[in-house]
């Protein structure tokens, strides 16, 4: 495989916390990144926010 198929231009920045805000090129809106559940726990931290943690969105890829 010689040819680039795709490349993902994506800019993360952290808001405030652990919540960080991903900006992917071609959509509109931006995904945001967290704590939640049982990783809130683990890490001790209380969001202002619960959003998905990336392994939820690397677990959904996966499974997908």
């Known amino acids: 495989m010689t040819e680039v198929v795709h490349t993902s231009r994506i800019s993360i920045v952290r808001e ?3 919540t960080r805000r991903a900006v992917i090129e071609g959509f509109g809106e931006p995904i ?3 704590v939640h559940g049982g990783i809130k726990n ?4 209380e969001p202002e926010k619960e959003h998905a943690a990336t392994l939820d969105h690397i677990v959904a890829a996966t499974a997908g």
Do not use: A, H, T
């Not at 683990?42 to 931290?45: A, C, D, E, L, M």
């Open 42 to 45: 683990f890490y001790k931290v």
């Open 32 to 34: 945001y990144y967290g």
């Open 16 to 18: 405030k916390g652990p």
